[in-house]
Structure formats: structure tokens, C-alpha cells
């Protein structure tokens, strides 16, 4: 079963509001029509509260490098330890792209039984 949930970066901003995940995993994310050229990555958090850059084992941050407006990304539901809540990020932990205005993205879950 997918889910389709909104996540929104303020303008000034580059970490979008939390989403939670609940027992579903990231398959997909879509950039709305403008976007502020940035990459675009994921913060995960299992209680909410505190959000950490997410990386692959190869210590690679989950991403995409440069995102396009109205795009979607696909992402690796087989992480090991899926986040139950997730932040957006415009570009990276290490330089964060805060955009000119309000960007709603579509994030896109998968329950797998």
C-alpha cells in the first residue's frame, strides 16, 4: 500500500516540516514546480524529535546531488533501518540551499508486508 504525504520547506529554509513515516519506508519524493537549485536529502529520526543527516553504508548522504523542479526521485526502500520520521533537505547537511519561497514536495511511502 503507498501513502502520499505533503512536506513543506519555508521560504529562508531548508529542512522541511517532519513527516512520519509510520510503518512504511521512502520510495519516492516530488519537487514541486520551482525549486531553488539544490541538492535534495533526508534527515531521519526515530523518535521525532531529534533529526540526523541519513547516509548509506558506504557513508554516503541519501540523496540526489542536484533535484529539478516538478521531478520524481526514487529512493531505496531497502534501507536497514528505515526512519520513522523524515525532514526534506535542500542540499546537503554540510551546505543546506535555503529556497526563495515556500516548496511543498510530495513524499511517497510504501508499506511492505
Not at 531548508?14 to 535534495?40: N, Q, R, Y
Not at 546537503?92 to 510530495?106: C, E, F, K, S
Request: charged share 15%; no cysteine.
Amino acid at each position: 500500500m503507498r501513502s502520499v504525504h505533503t512536506a513543506t520547506i519555508l521560504s529562508g529554509a531548508s529542512l522541511s516540516d517532519s513527516i512520519d513515516l509510520a510503518e512504511g519506508s521512502l520510495i519516492g519524493i516530488i519537487t514541486p514546480a520551482a525549486w531553488t537549485a539544490g541538492g535534495l536529502h533526508i534527515a531521519g529520526s526515530v523518535d521525532g524529535t531529534n533529526f540526523y543527516p541519513l547516509y548509506d553504508t558506504a557513508a554516503n548522504e541519501i540523496g540526489v546531488t542536484t533535484a529539478i523542479a516538478s521531478y520524481m526521485y526514487s529512493f531505496d526502500p531497502g534501507l536497514a533501518v528505515p526512519p520513522r520520521y523524515i525532514k526534506i533537505r535542500s542540499g546537503t547537511a554540510g551546505t543546506p540551499v535555503n529556497q526563495a519561497a515556500d516548496r511543498t514536495l510530495y513524499v511517497i511511502s510504501r508499506k511492505f508486508v
